[in-house]
């Protein structure tokens, strides 16, 4: 095959006038009018010198010429770098730079900010705007709406996805196509995607769970999407019964639960409840099933390893667990200090392996080699139990990591931040529960000696430098951060000490 994963998820579409997306306003684009603008998007990048293997960042609203751009990237041979909208200049800069992408699309109102930036690390910058307009979609309206599509091998890299570091260093996740299609063509069997589904899609499609988890296995079925911008409660409402499955994290779940109008008639007609990227309360579980009679199905996955393992479609979706490894996927329960195999039912890492797994970090062998073993075994971070059933419950983090509505946050990039303000003499972050989020971020600041640090000029600070989704919730002072005998920071103990401090009535 010329290039194995556009032919099977877009060009196998190619003259469909099946719906693909439906749209906010109503109006329903077919496969085919969406593979003309990938085509027309296809031409421009290639008409502005960009070859394949080159880097293509994007921090773009989500619309349907956003997800065209991902498929011309394909179609391409380009690799594709999306990005959070909320990333701030000094984040972008770092992704641009290490990646040395050649073009960054953004939106018209970031362009005077991140042209110079671009300019300087040599990068073209285009803009496409939330409602489809800009000067990407400018140049592709004169172009062909077929284009002739590259070459590419299984083992070709089609997309980095940035993921933060436990140093605080972000690292760029390369995904192969042959990751991204064994994933889709797994989940499509395992979920039972046919071309009847419409997937209600209103996570974000800068991160593997709204981009390729739910994108590609709607394309990979040739089923619809209810393609809104966001998470909208009365859009979701007012859309559902148009779907016949929903995928979202708990925050989705959490929120329809506290509408009177997510009820049992709502979702008679619904096939399929899908949640992941953070754990899904067992009471959430409980309650959705007891308003709805529908059972959620989680499953769990990682930006570097896509999707590992999930509940069944048809034997018991257990909660407070993450089902089975998916077909093809092995996952293994190992000792943290030794990386021997621990006896089932023991609590230790998570390691997987599989054609799912990515190649490694960009341009970063030393951390690739830390967490990527020789054998082929990915090391998760995640802590977990396989019970005598065989389902996988994830009971904790082996790494120092907040996920708060589903988006990772790494403490240590807030710490580094917060240690360099005016009378901070060290800080810790943590993540608390929280009941909209899940989890949310509290910075701790111990003063130095005599010094009374203005809480309000650090909050700032760390506005100007890290994306909304990161900044603490809030900050507080403290005397001393508690230490064991090596000298770590027990975060356990501050997170224990500081678990209620968004409990409901509290905060
Ligand atoms: C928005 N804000 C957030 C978050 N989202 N703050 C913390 N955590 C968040 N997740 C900020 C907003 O900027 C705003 O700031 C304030 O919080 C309240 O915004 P709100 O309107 O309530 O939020 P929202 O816009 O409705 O968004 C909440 C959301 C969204 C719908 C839960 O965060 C979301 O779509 N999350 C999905 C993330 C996702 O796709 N993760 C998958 C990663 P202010 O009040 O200051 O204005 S992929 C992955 O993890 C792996 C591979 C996997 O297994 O899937
Ligand atoms: P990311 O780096 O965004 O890919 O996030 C991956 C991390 O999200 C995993 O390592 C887990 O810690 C967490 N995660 C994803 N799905 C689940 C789930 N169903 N339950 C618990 N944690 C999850």
């Known amino acids: 095959m010329a290039n194995?994963?556009?032919?099977?998820?877009?060009?196998?579409?190619?003259d469909s006038s099946a719906p693909f997306l439906m749209l906010p306003d109503g109006s329903v684009q077919s496969y085919a009018a969406f593979l003309g603008t990938a085509a027309r998007l296809a031409h421009v990048l290639t008409a502005r010198g960009l070859r394949p293997g080159d880097r293509l960042a994007a921090q773009v609203h989500k619309s349907p010429e956003a997800l065209a751009l991902y498929a011309a990237c394909v179609q391409a041979g380009v690799i594709v770098l999306p990005l959070n909208t909320a990333y701030t200049v000094d984040e972008l800069t770092y992704f641009i730079e290490n990646s040395g992408a050649r073009m960054v699309v953004c939106d018209g109102a970031a362009c005077e900010t991140l042209t110079p930036v671009a300019a300087r690390l040599s990068?073209?910058?285009?803009?496409?705007?939330?409602?489809?307009?800009?000067?990407?979609t400018e140049a592709a309206g004169a172009m062909e709406d077929t284009f002739p599509t590259v070459a590419r091998e299984i083992d070709d890299l089609a997309a980095f996805l940035y993921t933060s570091g436990t140093t605080g260093r972000s690292k760029g996740a390369m995904l192969t196509q042959g990751n991204l299609l064994s994933n889709a063509r797994t989940l499509t069997d395992?979920?039972?995607?046919?071309?009847?589904?419409?997937?209600?899609?209103?996570?974000?499609?800068?991160?593997?769970?709204?981009?390729?988890?739910?994108?590609?296995?709607?394309?990979?079925?040739g089923g619809a999407m209810v393609f809104l911008p966001k998470f909208d409660l009365d859009a979701m409402i007012a859309r559902m019964p148009e779907a016949t499955v929903m995928m979202g994290v708990p925050t989705f779940y959490t929120r329809l639960l506290d509408d009177p109008r997510m009820t049992r008639d709502l979702a008679g007609?619904?096939?399929?409840?899908?949640?992941?990227?953070?754990?899904?309360?067992?009471?959430?579980?409980?309650?959705?099933?007891?308003?709805?009679?529908?059972?959620?199905?989680?499953?769990?996955?990682?930006?570097?390893?896509?999707?590992?393992?999930?509940?069944?479609?048809?034997?018991?979706?257990?909660?407070?667990?993450?089902g089975f490894p998916l077909?093809?996927?092995?996952?293994?329960?190992?000792?943290?200090?030794?990386?021997a195999a621990l006896p089932q039912g023991e609590?230790?890492?998570?390691?997987?392996?599989?054609?799912?797994?990515?190649?490694?970090?960009?341009?970063?062998?030393?951390?690739?080699?830390?967490?990527?073993?020789?054998d082929g075994f990915f090391i998760t971070g995640d802590l977990g139990r396989i019970d005598a059933d065989g389902y996988v419950h994830i009971v904790g983090r082996n790494k120092d990591l907040i996920i708060s509505g589903g988006f990772n946050i790494y403490p240590k990039e807030i710490e580094l931040i917060l240690d360099d303000q005016p009378g901070v003499m060290e800080s810790a972050v943590i993540g608390v529960p929280h009941p909209d989020f899940g989890e949310t971020v509290l910075g701790l600041i111990v003063p130095e000696p005599g010094a009374e640090p203005d809480l309000d000029a650090i909050a700032e600070a760390a506005?100007?430098?890290?994306?909304?989704?990161?900044?603490?919730?809030?900050?507080?002072?403290?005397?001393?951060?508690?230490?064991?005998?090596?000298?770590?920071?027990?975060?356990?103990?501050?997170?224990?000490?500081?678990?209620?401090?968004?409990?409901?009535?509290r905060a």
């Open 4 to 14: 194995p994963l556009y032919d099977t998820l877009f060009g196998a579409h190619a």
């Open 123 to 136: 990068a073209m910058v285009e803009t496409l705007d939330a409602d489809g307009s800009g000067s990407l």
């Open 190 to 221: 395992y979920w039972r995607f046919t071309a009847d589904d419409v997937l209600l899609h209103a996570l974000p499609i800068y991160h593997t769970h709204g981009l390729f988890v739910a994108t590609n296995v709607t394309l990979l079925a």
């Open 269 to 322: 007609h619904m096939r399929l409840f899908i949640s992941g990227s953070a754990p899904l309360l067992a009471e959430t579980h409980e309650r959705f099933e007891a308003r709805t009679g529908h059972r959620i199905l989680e499953r769990y996955g990682m930006t570097e390893t896509n999707m590992n393992t999930s509940n069944p479609y048809d034997g018991e979706r257990r909660a407070g667990t993450v």
């Open 327 to 339: 077909p093809g996927v092995e996952l293994k329960i190992t000792d943290p200090e030794t990386g």
């Open 347 to 374: 609590i230790g890492q998570i390691e997987v392996r599989g054609p799912n797994v990515f190649k490694g970090y960009w341009q970063m062998p030393d951390k690739t080699a830390a967490e990527l073993r020789a």
């Open 463 to 505: 506005a100007g430098s890290l994306a909304r989704f990161k900044r603490p919730r809030r900050l507080l002072l403290i005397d001393a951060l508690p230490r064991n005998t090596m000298g770590k920071v027990q975060k356990n103990t501050l997170r224990e000490r500081y678990s209620d401090l968004f409990a409901p009535g």
